[in-house]
């Protein structure tokens, strides 16, 4: 029996959100190509329950992931605590699987990096962020880039495009992300009943983790300016705050309080029948206020055949065609918002066109398959076939 591949994998969250869905799809790959991926979560959470269920080898230890919050004495010093304990637990890992290569999961998961350059194990970082700051933190991570990875992932052109100058040995090859669209694509003619939400008005949905960058309360500016105009419209939220986060989700009811807005929007918190939410929508929208490296969701919408109306805010610039799949408007713009989503109450047959492209372009252009493929080619960069 020949003795099994086994390739670490560095997961920063056990959610599936953004980077557990891309994940996901990378593990399954690995398995089909002959390898066997053990991976190692921050936490437990739904990845984990689904990854056992595929029998994947999955273990849970506190990876000491680097957040913004953590830029200070005190939390560095927390982060490095934790990081040693992980670097020691690895190590651990490494005696029992002998590791041929190491894939770490978004720049917030960083011991792998080290870990691995210490033992000269080849190293895949795939990156999912678009780090504004602070400074010294973009410029370790940058280092911490270009001594462990020769070849990073970029989930998309603007990530690249924020990383390559900063590094001066490592080439980024940009793979934007694919799922499987099985579910976005059918019929859920009852959705709107089964989520509780009024059946005749036109239907906006945001969905997405709770935290600075999404644009939550950008949301509900809109929602509030329309809703004073349109009386047949409503508007639904979805998704839980990022640890942490939680004082957002207060500002966010409390804002929905203030503005009066109680039977006008619906909070829904974290689901797990993204396709059904989805199908309840008769419009999209993502609104991030900071720089979106390549939000899996905006995938999910076209396949639904859902417009898009989206910040001009990292990938989503490259994901919709503006005047085509839906509309790009300046962040933070109510005013541009407003103008965007009010030509789609105005025009059902806009809203029907921009859906069906948008269901188009992703099947041709964001396929699982060509996902796939280039991530196929780019693990044989770093392991030869047996």
């Known amino acids: 029996m020949p003795k099994p591949r086994n390739v670490l994998f560095l997961q920063s969250s056990s959610e599936l959100y953004g980077s557990g869905k891309i994940i996901l799809q990378v593990l399954r790959l690995y398995r089909k190509e002959g390898y066997n991926p053990v991976v190692l979560l921050t936490n437990s959470g739904p990845l984990q329950e689904i990854l056992a269920v595929e029998d994947f080898n999955v273990y849970v230890q506190n990876l000491g992931i680097l957040r913004r919050k953590y830029v200070n004495p005190?939390?560095?010093?927390?982060?490095?605590?934790?990081?040693?304990?992980?670097?020691?637990?690895l190590t651990k890992l490494h005696q029992k699987y002998q590791f041929e290569l190491v894939y770490s999961n978004t720049l917030a998961v960083i011991v792998g990096a080290y870990w691995a350059k210490r033992r000269q194990i080849p190293h895949v970082w795939h990156i999912h962020e678009i780090l504004q700051g602070p400074l010294p933190l973009v410029k370790m991570l940058?280092?911490?880039?270009?001594?462990?990875?020769?070849?990073?992932?970029?989930?998309?052109?603007?990530?690249?495009?924020?990383?390559?100058?900063?590094?001066k040995k490592s080439k980024i090859e940009v793979i934007h992300n694919g799922i499987p669209y099985g579910e976005y694509l059918e019929d859920y003619p009852s959705a709107k009943k089964?989520?509780?939400?009024?059946?005749?008005?036109?239907?906006?949905?945001?969905?997405?983790?709770?935290?600075?960058?999404?644009?939550?309360?950008?949301?509900?500016?809109?929602?509030?300016?329309?809703?004073?105009?349109?009386?047949?419209?409503?508007?639904?939220?979805?998704?839980?705050?990022?640890?942490?986060?939680?004082?957002?989700?207060?500002?966010?009811k409390k804002e929905i309080r203030d503005k009066s807005l109680e039977t006008r929007v619906t909070y829904l918190g974290f689901r797990e029948d993204i396709p059904k939410v989805m199908a309840a929508l008769d419009v999209f929208v993502l609104p991030s206020i900071l720089p979106d490296s390549f939000p899996t969701v905006i995938l999910e919408a076209m396949a639904a055949g859902k417009p898009v109306v989206a910040t001009?805010?990292?990938?989503?610039?490259?994901?919709?065609?503006?005047?085509?799949?839906?509309?790009?408007?300046?962040?933070?713009?109510?005013?541009?918002?407003?103008?965007?989503?009010?030509?789609?109450?105005?025009?059902?047959?806009?809203?029907?066109?921009?859906?069906?492209?948008?269901?188009?372009?992703?099947?041709?252009?964001?396929?699982?398959?060509?996902?796939?493929?280039?991530?196929?080619?780019?693990?044989?960069?770093?392991?030869?076939?047996?």
Do not use: C
């Open 312 to 386: 001009q805010s990292g990938g989503a610039s490259e994901m919709v065609s503006d005047g085509e799949t839906g509309f790009l408007i300046p962040i933070s713009s109510v005013e541009k918002g407003v103008d965007a989503l009010e030509k789609l109450i105005q025009d059902i047959e806009l809203r029907q066109r921009f859906g069906d492209a948008g269901r188009k372009r992703v099947l041709n252009v964001y396929s699982l398959e060509a996902f796939e493929e280039k991530i196929k080619t780019h693990l044989w960069l770093h392991l030869k076939k047996s």
């Open 194 to 252: 089964e989520l509780g939400l009024p059946i005749s008005p036109i239907t906006f949905g945001m969905i997405g983790r709770i935290n600075p960058g999404k644009g939550q309360l950008f949301f509900l500016e809109l929602a509030d300016q329309l809703s004073k105009k349109y009386p047949n419209t409503h508007f639904i939220l979805v998704g839980d705050p990022f640890p942490g986060y939680e004082s957002i989700l207060e500002e966010i």
């Open 74 to 89: 005190t939390g560095l010093l927390n982060r490095l605590s934790k990081n040693l304990k992980a670097y020691r637990f």
């Open 142 to 167: 940058a280092a911490m880039l270009d001594q462990s990875t020769a070849k990073p992932i970029a989930v998309s052109q603007a990530v690249a495009d924020h990383w390559q100058p900063l590094l």
